[in-house]
C-alpha cells in the first residue's frame, strides 16, 4: 500500500540558511499535518492542513511555513535557521471526510543545522 | 485541550518477558485512542487503536483497551521478543474537536535474548 512520502530522508543546513521539505500524502487522503521531533523527545505538532486551508496550528515558530497545494502535497519552508532546529520532521496525513482515518506518518526528514 | 500521559521508562526486559505500558488521558470528549511504535532510525508506525469505551486494540500480539472509567489505555503482550525493542508512544485524538493528535512522552523498551 501507499505511504506518506517525504523529501529529502536527511538534510543539512547552516544557520541562518532557509530549508523547504516536502511531503505526499497517501492517495485519496485530504489531511496533512507536521510534527517536529527532537532528540529523545514526543513529536510536537506544527501545523495541520485540510483540503488545501491551514485547520489547525501548534508549537510552530513564525520563521516557519506551509502550505498545502492542489495535488494535497505540502512544504514546510524553514528560514533562518538555528541549531535548535535539528530534529526529525515528521509529515502525517488523514482521510477525514467520510470518517476519521488514523494518521499515517512518513518515515520523516532529519535536519542537521551546523 | 488533550494529553496523554505515559511511563517513560527507559525499560530493559529479558525475551519472553510480559509487558505493560501505562498510559492515561485527559481529554474533552471522547478521544480516539492509539499506539505508536517508532524502531531505531525509522518513522512511526501504527501499532493498534480504539475509537470507543470497551474497544480492543490488538496487533502483533499487543493489546490494549479502552478504559473510560479509568481513563486509560494500557499497551500489554504476553511474551515480547528482541525485534520489539523500540520507542512505544501513546496519543490521542479528540472526535469533533482540534484534529491533531497528542503524544505522550515515548517509553524506549529494550528487550535482550
Known amino acids: 500500500a501507499a505511504g506518506v512520502i517525504q523529501s529529502p530522508r536527511h538534510l543539512i543546513k547552516e544557520k541562518r540558511e532557509t530549508a523547504t521539505l516536502k511531503c505526499y500524502p497517501i492517495?485519496?487522503?485530504?489531511?496533512v499535518y507536521w510534527y517536529q521531533q527532537g532528540p529523545g523527545q514526543d513529536p510536537q505538532f506544527l501545523i495541520s492542513?485540510?483540503?488545501?486551508?491551514?485547520?489547525d496550528k501548534g508549537s510552530i515558530p513564525d520563521r516557519f511555513s506551509a502550505q498545502q497545494f492542489s495535488d494535497y502535497h505540502s512544504e514546510l519552508n524553514m528560514s533562518s535557521l538555528e541549531l535548535g532546529d535539528s530534529a526529525l520532521y515528521f509529515c502525517?496525513?488523514?482521510?477525514?471526510?467520510?470518517?476519521?482515518?488514523?494518521?499515517?506518518f512518513g518515515n520523516g526528514t532529519r535536519l542537521t543545522v551546523t | 485541550g488533550n494529553s496523554v500521559t505515559q511511563m517513560e521508562g527507559p525499560v530493559t526486559l529479558s525475551e519472553e518477558a510480559f509487558l505493560t505500558i501505562n498510559c492515561t488521558y485527559t481529554a474533552t470528549g471522547y478521544p480516539s485512542l492509539f499506539w505508536y511504535v517508532q524502531y531505531p532510525g525509522e518513522g512511526l508506525q501504527l501499532l493498534l487503536k480504539a475509537t470507543k469505551a470497551d474497544d480492543k486494540g490488538s496487533n502483533k500480539g499487543f493489546e490494549a483497551t479502552y478504559r473510560k472509567e479509568t481513563t486509560s489505555f494500557h499497551l500489554e503482550k504476553g511474551s515480547v521478543q528482541v525485534s520489539d525493542s523500540a520507542v512505544y508512544f501513546c496519543a490521542a485524538i479528540t472526535q469533533g474537536g482540534s484534529e491533531k493528535l497528542v503524544f505522550g512522552k515515548g517509553m524506549k523498551l529494550t528487550v535482550n535474548p
Open positions: 492517495p485519496r487522503h485530504d489531511t
Open positions: 492542513f485540510y483540503e488545501k486551508m491551514q485547520s
Open positions: 502525517a496525513s488523514s482521510r477525514r471526510t467520510g470518517g476519521r482515518s488514523p494518521l499515517h
